[in-house]
C-alpha cells in the first residue's frame, strides 16, 4: 500500500520546523550570509527546541526522529537559509556513525553528553588529497598500548572550527587502500587544532575547516565498530545521510518557486504581471514539477532508511536529482527575476549560490552517479 500523505504528527513536526524556520532563521540568513556568521545562537535554540540531533534515540535524551520525520525537518531549514541549516545538519552527519555503529558504552558516554547540553559535532573524512577518493585518506592511527595515535590534516570539515567532538577516519593498516580505514570518536580536548576556515561563494553562514592531528591520543575504546571497518562506516552513513542533503536542497528549490511565483504575480511589464506569460508559466511549471520529483525520491530514500531496507542508490539518486534540481530551480528564478535576481537586494542570488554547494557536498553529483551505476551493475 501506498500512501502520500503525512501523518499528524509529521505535520505537526512540518509546522513546527517552519515556524522555528521562520522566526529564528530568516530574518538573520541574509546578514549571516554577507558577514560569514557562523550561527551558534541559531543553533543553540534549534537545539533547545528538538530541531538539532534529531536522530538520537530518546533512551539517549535525543528527539529519536526517523529518516523521513528528519527529511520533513530539514526541508524547512533549507528553505529559509541552507548554510545555517548545514550548520544544524552537520552535526547530524557527525553523529551518525555513532548512531549506526557504536557499542553501547560509546552511545551512553558520547550521546548522552552530546544532549546533556548544547555541544558542536563535525564528520571528518575528506582530506586535501582524499576528496572524492575517499578512500586515499593519509592520515594515520597508530596503537599504541591502550591508545591510538593520530598524525594527519583533514579539511572541509563542517562545524570543524568550533566542534567539540569529531567523527575521525584514519589510516590503521597502510596498503589495504579503503579496507585499512577505521572510525573514531575525537574528543577537541584531546588535542584537536582547528585550522584555516573556507571563504565560500555560498552557504557562507556554515564553517568549513581545516583540522590538524598532531600525535592526539585517542583511547583505543574511542574505536568505532572493528579496526579496518571505518571505510564501510563512512560509506554506510553517507548512504543514510544523503537522504537528508536532498531534503536540503529540496527546501532551496521550493524557497525559490515561491519566490518566483510571488515576483512573476506582481511584477508587471508591457501592460500585465509577468506570470501571464507564457513563457513564465512554463518555467514555474517545470520548477514546480522537478520539485515535486525530488521531494518523492528523497521521502521514499528517507522511508527505506526508517524500513532498514537497503537504500544506497535511492539515497543517491535523491541527493542527486535534488541538488540538481535545486541548480536549475534557482538558476531559472533568478531569471525571472531578471536583472533584480541578481542583484543581492532580492534574495534569490543567495539561493543560486547556495543550490551550488548541493550538487558538490556529501558527494559530488559525479559520485552519485557513479554509486547509482555500481549498484545497477551489480544486479540492485
Ligand atoms: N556501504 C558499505 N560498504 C561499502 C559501501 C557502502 N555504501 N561502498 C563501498 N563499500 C565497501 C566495498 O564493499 C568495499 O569492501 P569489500 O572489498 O569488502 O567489498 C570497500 O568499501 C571499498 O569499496 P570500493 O572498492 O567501492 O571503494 P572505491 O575506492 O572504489 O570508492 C566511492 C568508492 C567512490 C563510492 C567512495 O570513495 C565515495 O563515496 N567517495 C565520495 C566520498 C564522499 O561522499 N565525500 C563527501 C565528504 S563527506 S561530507
Not at 530574518?27 to 528538538?50: C, L, N, T
Not at 504581471?273 to 525530488?294: T, V
Not at 528517507?302 to 535545486?326: I, P, T, Y
Amino acid at each position: 500500500m501506498i500512501g502520500f500523505s503525512l501523518t499528524e504528527a509529521q505535520e505537526a513536526l512540518r509546522v513546527k520546523a517552519r515556524e522555528f524556520a521562520d522566526r529564528e532563521i530568516r530574518p538573520r540568513a541574509r546578514e549571516y550570509d554577507e558577514k560569514g556568521i557562523f550561527p551558534r545562537d541559531v543553533m543553540e535554540r534549534a537545539f533547545a527546541e528538538g530541531i538539532m540531533n534529531e536522530s538520537v534515540p530518546t533512551q539517549y535524551g535525543g528527539p529519536g526522529m526517523g529518516n523521513l520525520d528528519a527529511a520533513i525537518m530539514t526541508e524547512e531549514l533549507g528553505a529559509a537559509c541552507m548554510g545555517i541549516g548545514t550548520s544544524i545538519m552537520a552535526n547530524s552527519l557527525a553523529l551518525a556513525p555513532l548512531i549506526l555503529y557504536g557499542n553501547d558504552a560509546q552511545k551512553e558516554k558520547y550521546l548522552r553528553w552530546h544532549m546533556r547540553e548544547f555541544r558542536i559535532a563535525a564528520f571528518c573524512l575528506t582530506e586535501r588529497e582524499a576528496g572524492s577518493d575517499a578512500g586515499g585518506l593519509r592520515t594515520r592511527a597508530e596503537r599504541d598500548g591502550d591508545y591510538y595515535v593520530i598524525n594527519g590534516d583533514k579539511c572541509f570539515s563542517t562545524n570543524g572550527s568550533y566542534a567539540d567532538i569529531y567523527t575521525v577516519f584514519a589510516v590503521t593498516a597502510p596498503n589495504k587502500g579503503p579496507l585499512g580505514v577505521s572510525a573514531f570518536i575525537v574528543e577537541r580536548a584531546m588535542g584537536v587544532v582547528p585550522g584555516k576556515t573556507e571563504d565560500k561563494m555560498g552557504q557562507r553562514a556554515s564553517n568549513q575547516a581545516e583540522l590538524h592531528f598532531r600525535d592526539v591520543r585517542v583511547p583505543a575504546e574511542n574505536l568505532l565498530g572493528r579496526e579496518g571497518h571505518g571505510f564501510k562506516i563512512a560509506m554506510g552513513t553517507l548512504d543514510r545521510t544523503r537522504a537528508g542533503t536532498a531534503a536540503g536542497a529540496v527546501g532551496i528549490a521550493r524557497r525559490a518557486l515561491e519566490e518566483a511565483t510571488a515576483y512573476a504575480a506582481q511584477r508587471v511589464q508591457f501592460g500585465q504581471p509577468l506570470i501571464r506569460n507564457q513563457a513564465i508559466q512554463f518555467k514555474l511549471a517545470d520548477m514546480a514539477m522537478k520539485i515535486e520529483a525530488a521531494r518523492l525520491l528523497t521521502w521514499q530514500a528517507a522511508w527505506m532508511a526508517d524500513n532498514d531496507l537497503r537504500q544506497g542508490k535511492e539515497s543517491a539518486m535523491a541527493k542527486c536529482f535534488a541538488g540538481d534540481v535545486a541548480m536549475e530551480v534557482t538558476t531559472e528564478a533568478v531569471q525571472i527575476f531578471g536583472g533584480n535576481g541578481y542583484s543581492r537586494e532580492y534574495p534569490v542570488e543567495k539561493l543560486m549560490r547556495d543550490a551550488k554547494l548541493m550538487q558538490i557536498y556529501e558527494g559530488t553529483q559525479e559520485i552519485q552517479r557513479l554509486v547509482i551505476a555500481r549498484e545497477l551493475g551489480k544486479g540492485r
